[in-house]
């Protein structure tokens, strides 16, 4: 079985430019979380979504929006980049929301250099 | 809000050995669960453990177990019989019972087998 997907690996981008990063959960999983892992910063959560619907944000400002496609994959799109935006961004899936004992399964990331 | 925080930044111990890896969190409610993850260089999170705070018994998996101190919020982290495959970044985290999905993370600490 295939375990949580993101593309690219790698992302370059220009400060003001914008980003949009892609996940594909396990299938199977409806709820997908993006999280921020910034040098030194440890995880940040930034987004979940469950059955294509926003549930939660982190304390992130507006330009980093998402949203879920009917086949449960997710994107990611941070708008304006700043050179803090330069982290690896994770996805992780998990079978329902609502729960907490379910596991998230993370992916291998996304690595977003902002210069 | 709920924090977690892993006072040790970096670790290294010798091939065999055991190790212990802090974790203290803060948080007003009763009812939740307490992770560690691991993060081999290069590679997937992946969950280690899971503690449910309304159970008193430890939890164990393999060589990993955990001493779950609830009065005093600390979820320390024991590997035993340490192999150089246990090299990697380990992060405590929280995640409420029920409602919010998130989970959140301390900021790690570096483990280093030598072999």
């Known amino acids: 079985e295939a375990g949580v997907t993101q593309s690219p690996t790698h992302l370059i981008k220009t400060r003001g430019q914008q980003a949009t990063l892609r996940c594909s959960p396990i299938?199977?999983?409806?709820?997908v979380y993006w999280y921020q892992q910034a040098l030194g910063l440890g995880l940040q959560f930034l987004l979940w979504?469950?059955?294509?619907?926003?549930?939660n944000r982190g304390n992130f400002p507006p330009r980093f929006s998402g949203r879920q496609f009917p086949n449960y994959s997710s994107e990611l799109n941070v708008n304006a980049l700043e050179l803090e935006d330069s982290a690896l961004y994770l996805c992780?899936?998990?079978?329902?929301?609502?729960?907490?004992?379910?596991?998230?399964?993370f992916g291998p990331g996304t690595r977003l250099t902002v210069t | 809000a709920q924090t977690v925080t892993q006072s040790q930044p970096e670790m290294s111990v010798q091939e065999a050995e055991t190790v212990t890896l802090s974790c203290t969190y803060d948080?007003?409610?009763?009812?939740?669960?307490l992770f560690w993850y691991k993060q081999p260089p290069s590679r997937q999170m992946i969950l280690v453990i899971r503690?449910?705070?309304?159970?008193?018994q430890n939890a164990t998996e393999n060589r990993f177990s955990v001493n779950f101190q609830k009065a005093a919020k600390s979820f320390s982290l024991k590997i035993s019989d340490s192999q150089l495959g246990d090299t990697a970044m380990y992060f405590c985290?929280?995640?409420?019972?029920?409602?919010?999905?998130?989970?959140?993370f301390g900021t790690g600490t570096r483990l280093t087998i030598i072999p």
């Open positions: 992780a899936s998990s079978l329902t929301g609502g729960q907490g004992k379910d596991e998230q399964y």
């Open positions: 299938s199977g999983h409806t709820s």
């Open positions: 979504y469950d059955e294509g619907e926003e549930r």
């Open positions: 948080t007003s409610e009763n009812n939740y669960y």
């Open positions: 503690q449910e705070a309304y159970k008193q």
């Open positions: 985290a929280f995640r409420f019972l029920f409602g919010n999905e998130k989970l959140t």
